[in-house]
């Protein structure tokens, strides 16, 4: 009895039983739900939850998940939240290397034996509203791998971290109280292409749903934008639809501002549909000094007339590409003044709340900072909704990153490199540019996809980039770590990327080899008493037009409030300071603000610098 434990190495199953990635809208049962943005067809699955942790799989208690089952052992956590910040396990910060490099001798795709388990039992009763109507269970983050069960039954299973899965529940669910069963590996094979520069949690650290569809639902919309050269816009709407009756009849209707509206005729035979390209003499432009974003509806009627769902979304017109080797937005020269961001809490670690996230946008702004990489892995979706509203451009980047499988004391050394060209880790790979691009694909702040961080490069590498450019025509493609095989570059990226190169590295780049823009993905590595020298970077906007900025390294310390044992005093705890063997030690700390978002002298210079290029 008991999960499947073959599903952690095996690289043929990275999902069972998870629905199809899809757009992130949420749907309401009435525009006047919608205005006050709770939806009577969600139901929060947040608080308090029950945990068995176990610190590796052999104590782990199998029968978990089966109604009767009860354990001393059970514990109260909270979720969204990290087991380790809540009392189990170890918390610890790494940069490059694995965390078991010099315990085991273990090659992708092999699990490490220290895996600690979270076991999490949670009830619940399905709301009368939703009782008849079809009903999904959502994750928006696990880290890293995780089986689902509900009420005695196996559900599914679930890896990639940083992007929601869900699972539709409706055979599943039974009157009165609900036995809902998670457990949490905090390794797996997807630990090897999880290796970036962060402390390493584990558990359910983004929020969790049980949401229902009514009888005829919009599975997926894409509210497709491109502004031309004339100041007009094009507008075209792609839906997926799904229904409970197999005789439904209805109509839809969608409404773009004052500027488009359209009506479709639905029955259950149509699942999918394309409006065609709608031509808009004259649209307003969406820039970072004008976030400009319209109005977008969807209402979804039956046969009789009576609303079934509301689906609102705020959208906008702008244009990226590359021309004549310049980056060009909305037909002008685009100057990226950003900064890369984790996503950090010093109470949450990465289960980062809401008002810290508006918090951010804040700072951000008032730095003159109009761009942010989100390294290295997708945000929390309020993060998307926020850069859209505040005109901040993001290079949303896909969950990958195996900087310890190529780079070894600092050296290149790529013996064991994934996913490299190992052809075996391409489905599972491209399951997380799919995931990426489904998901937020409606945002109109996303000017780049990227491929991942620090994975050096290959055949997988250029499979997912020749994903993204097949599935979006109207977004660049980025990825760095093409740099360390020149003989790939033509293929791999939209932009010329690289890390911490010096200015004399980019002028040299420029009068020998210039073909694409320069773009600086990694820069300016903000710890301790740094930024010197940023101007450096800043005059060569002037000197060469290919060159198109790059991204600070990075927003925020990544440090935990702790509290002294002896005074009781709280202080900021780093890499070290929680008894790890393995650490990096405070290189985790390389922000413009400290973990409070207190900001330090650094941000001056940010401000003064990026001031004087925001066109």
């Known amino acids: 009895m008991g999960s499947d434990l073959s599903y952690l190495s095996d690289l043929n199953v990275f999902q069972v039983g998870r629905r199809a990635a899809h757009s992130d809208h949420i749907h309401y049962r009435s525009k006047e739900e919608a205005e006050s943005r709770k939806s009577s067809f969600y139901l929060s699955l947040d608080g308090k939850w029950d945990l068995i942790w176990s610190p590796d799989p052999s104590k782990r208690e199998e029968e978990f998940y089966l109604d009767g089952f009860s354990s001393r052992r059970i ?36 699990v490490s034996t220290d895996n600690p388990v979270s076991q999490y039992i949670k009830t619940f009763e399905v709301p009368e509203s939703m009782k008849t109507e079809r009903l999904i269970l ?17 559900v599914g299973y679930s890896e990639d971290s940083f992007t929601p899965s869900e699972f539709e529940v409706t055979d599943f669910v039974r009157e009165g109280e609900n036995r809902l069963c998670v457990e949490v590996y905090k390794r797996s094979k997807a630990s090897w292409v999880e290796d970036q520069d962060f402390f390493r949690f584990s558990g359910i650290f983004r929020p969790v749903y049980l949401y229902a569809l009514p009888s005829c639902h919009v599975d997926d919309m894409w509210a497709k934008t491109d502004l031309r050269r004339d100041e007009g816009g094009d507008f075209e709407l792609r839906l997926k639809l799904s229904y409970s009756k197999p005789d439904f009849k209805g109509r839809l209707a969608y409404r773009l501002g004052s500027l488009v509206s359209g009506e479709l005729e639905l029955d259950s035979n149509l699942t999918s549909w394309e409006s065609g390209t709608y031509s808009i003499p004259l649209v307003k432009q969406y820039h970072y000094k004008a976030p400009n974003l319209y109005d977008f509806e969807i209402s979804v009627y039956d046969s009789e007339g009576k609303l079934l769902e509301y689906i609102p979304y705020r959208i906008g017109f702008k244009h990226i590409e590359v021309e004549n080797e310049i980056l060009m937005y909305n037909y002008h020269r685009l100057t990226i003044c950003g900064v890369n961001r984790h996503e950090w809490s010093a109470k949450g670690g990465r289960a980062i709340s809401l008002d810290e996230m508006k918090k951010d946008i804040e700072i ?74 489904e998901t937020f694909k409606n945002h109109t702040s996303i000017i780049f996809w990227s491929v991942g961080n620090e994975s050096y490069c290959g055949s997988v590498i250029k499979a997912m980039y020749d994903y993204f450019k097949s599935a979006d025509n109207t977004r660049l493609v980025h990825y760095e770590g093409v740099f360390h095989r020149p003989e790939m570059k033509k293929c791999v990226s939209d932009v010329e990327s690289q890390m911490y190169a010096p200015p004399e590295r980019i002028i040299s780049y420029f009068k020998k080899e210039w073909r694409k823009p320069f773009l600086v993905c990694e820069y300016m590595h903000c710890m301790g008493n740094s930024l010197g020298g940023f101007k450096d970077y800043d005059d060569l906007f002037d000197e060469y037009l290919g060159y198109a900025g790059g991204y600070i390294w990075d927003y925020i310390d990544q440090a935990l409030l702790k509290k002294d044992e002896v005074t009781g005093e709280l202080y900021l705890a780093y890499g070290g300071d929680n008894g790890e063997k393995r650490t990096d030690y405070e290189f985790s700390c390389n922000g413009i603000v400290d973990a409070l978002r207190r900001e330090k002298p650094a941000v001056q210079e940010v401000r003064a610098v990026y001031g004087n290029r925001l066109w």
């Open 364 to 437: 951000i702004k008032g730095a003159n900072i109009n761009s942010v990489r989100t390294c290295h892995y997708p945000d929390r979706v309020e993060w998307y909704y926020l850069c859209d509203e505040a005109g901040i451009l993001l290079m949303s980047e896909t969950n990958m990153e195996s900087h310890g499988s190529w780079q070894k004391d600092g050296a290149v050394e790529p013996s064991w490199n994934v996913p490299g060209d190992n052809e075996e880790w391409e489905p599972m790979m491209l399951d997380r540019c799919i995931s990426n691009f």
């Open 75 to 110: 514990r109260k956590v909270r979720v969204p939240g990290h087991v380790e910040t809540q009392g189990f396990g170890q918390i610890q910060y790494i940069n490059t290397m694995y965390p078991w490099e010099g315990r085991e001798m273990l090659r992708p795709p092999m």
């Open 138 to 154: 959502r994750f928006e983050g696990v880290e890293t791998a995780f089986y689902l069960y509900l009420n005695g039954r196996f």
